[in-house]
């Protein structure tokens, strides 16, 4: 069993920078694909970024070059940096972890750019 609680989220101006933090509990985390995806009102959830367990990535056309996904498996957390933001990144975002057959998300974080 894994939980994940997401932090960091809050107000920003727009080109502004936000970190957000996904800490997990239980065994195994580091074993996980994580995730950070985003749903905005009236929109369906899109995935922002991943790292595998050996520190692969990939991210969302929308954010590349903006947002940098990292890990610290000592400290079994999952962090997205998000630099330059725009009103578009506004969003609740979320963590997602999978490993074989198991998967869990977080609670959320709200983000909302705006001037």
């Known amino acids: 069993q894994v939980q994940l609680v997401e932090s960091g989220g809050g107000l920003v101006q727009p080109g502004g920078s936000l970190r957000l933090s996904c800490a997990a509990s239980g065994s195994y985390f580091n074993f996980y694909t994580v995730n950070w995806y985003r749903q905005a009102p009236g929109k369906e959830r899109e995935l922002v970024a991943g790292?595998?367990?050996?520190?692969?990535?990939n991210y969302a056309d929308s954010v590349k070059g903006r947002f940098t996904i990292s890990r610290d498996k000592a400290k079994k957390t999952v962090y997205l940096q998000m630099n330059s933001l725009k009103s578009e990144d506004t969003a609740v975002y979320y963590c997602?972890?999978?490993?074989?057959?198991?998967?869990?998300w977080g609670q959320g974080t709200q983000v909302t750019v705006s001037s």
């Open positions: 997602y972890a999978a490993w074989q057959s198991s998967d869990y």
């Open positions: 790292i595998t367990s050996g520190g692969n990535t």
